[in-house]
Antibody, heavy 116, light 106 residues
């Protein structure tokens, strides 16, 4: 059984970066297809990017190209999302999720607030 | 990107009612369509994958059907705990995209 535990809420100023972690238990992080989905306040779900575990390639949504980086640390079985050049429109709950096609396991979410 | 259009955006119903939500894709996605339930302050929960397969532990009052571009999701007899927002999601092509959600109010 996979469990995903995300890091706590973050507050950042516009222009800064944020790094959110997602600790995986029950599996090795590199075995899994880890994706990141965000949800702005009162809005729907937006896929940001995901990893293909077969070759480790990263796929990013076009709108985040150049400022989104997904990494993982196999020593701690943790996946990371780093988003740079933050604006107020990046204020959202960020979820890590696992799946190939459908997303069967989700972290609890991390609220990122961007405010001056 | 494939656009997913859900309807209605919101729905009021009573316990015991049968409710149906529809999801239309902007192009043929075969049966690569999933449904999620999200309650306030919680992560989404997978209910149905590949159009009609029930995820583990999901009650049989939930069901899905469709193919190509038109899909539907049905709750056969609403329970109080079904108050939530429901999303469809396609994975026929990258990026995976979600519908805008349907808020179900009991």
């Amino acid at each position: 059984q996979v469990q995903l535990l995300q890091s706590g809420a973050e507050v950042r100023k516009p222009g800064a970066s944020v790094k959110v972690s997602c600790k995986v238990s029950g599996y090795t992080v590199t075995e899994l297809s880890v994706h990141w989905v965000r949800q702005a306040p009162g809005k729907g779900l937006e896929w940001m990017g995901g990893v293909d575990p077969e070759d480790g390639s990263r796929h990013y949504a076009q709108k985040f190209q150049g400022r989104l980086t997904m990494t993982d640390d196999t020593s701690t079985e943790t996946a990371y999302l780093e988003l740079s050049r933050l604006t107020s429109e990046d204020t959202a709950v960020y979820y890590c999720t696992i799946g190939t096609g459908w997303f069967g396991y989700w972290g609890q979410g991390t609220l990122v607030t961007v405010s001056s | 990107d494939i656009q997913m259009t859900q309807s209605p955006s919101s729905l009021s119903a009573s316990v015991g009612d049968r409710v149906t939500i529809t999801c239309q894709a902007s192009q043929d996605i075969s049966n690569y369509l999933n449904w999620y339930q999200q309650k306030p302050g919680k992560a989404p929960k997978l209910l149905i994958y590949d159009t009609s397969d029930l995820a583990t532990g999901v009650p049989s009052r939930f069901s899905g059907s469709g193919s190509g571009t038109h899909f539907s999701f049905t709750i056969s007899s609403l329970q109080p705990e079904d108050f939530a927002t429901y999303y469809c999601q396609q994975y026929d092509d990258l990026p995976p995209t979600f519908g805008q959600g349907t808020k179900l109010e009991i």
